[in-house]
Every structure is written in C-alpha cells, then in structure tokens.
C-alpha cells in the first residue's frame, strides 16, 4: 500500500484522510529527536484527556481507548521492538568481545578449569 497516493479513507460516513503529503526533507532526521518529540506531543494530548469531560463522556471515552489501544500497537510495540532489538545486538557484542578477550589471552583456561572455551 503507498501511503504518498491520493487516496480516500471514511468513518462514519466522513471523510477523515485524503492522502498523505510527504515533504522533502534535505537532511536524516535523528531518530532520538523525532521520538522525543513524538513523545512530548503524546504527554500534551493524553494530559488534555485527563478532564472530566474526555473520560465523562461515554463516547469521547470509547474513542480515547480505540486510539490508545492504535497507539500501543503501532508506535510504542514497534518502538519497543527497535530498543528490544538494539539491546539484544549490543549485548551479543559485548558478549563477543568478551569470548574473544578471554581466548586471546587463554584466561578462559583458567576460568573454565583449564578447558579453552570455543563459539
């Protein structure tokens, strides 16, 4: 599915997205600074929902649970799946680096009862 085609999405009978306009950006965003303000522009929406009025309201209540139910499923897991990822990949290195550090300098023979640890 291209998301930067003109398309026309409903709910509820109502027009809700045309298309998405994707500008040119000259320069790599940094992704810290992308999320971080993802993150700031979250707090500002989800302190306004604190009012009495968002969660008094059966339906603004309904619509505030759809649209964070959408949020966890495809900002904060794919997020969470990234740090998963990024963490798994840095301790497989450092773990790397370690074996390596001990069969170099043959302390895995005195570590491992004289056995020359292999991976």
Known sequence: MDLSR???????NSIVFE????????????YVE???????????????????DC?????AYDTIVRLDTRLKHHVINAIA?????????RVRG????LRNFFNYNNIGKAIFGGKKTHH
Not at 6 to 12: D, H, L
């Open 81 to 89: 799946k990234e740090l998963t990822e990024a963490a798994a990949e």
């Open 19 to 30: 298309y998405l306009e994707v500008l040119h950006i000259p320069f790599e965003l940094d």
């Open 94 to 97: 450092e773990m790397n680096s």
């Open 34 to 52: 992308v999320l971080l303000a993802l993150l700031d522009a979250l707090t500002t929406i989800y302190e306004q929902l604190l009012h009495e």
């Open 55 to 59: 969660y008094s309201n059966a339906v």
């Open 6 to 12: 003109p398309t026309i999405y409903k709910f509820n």
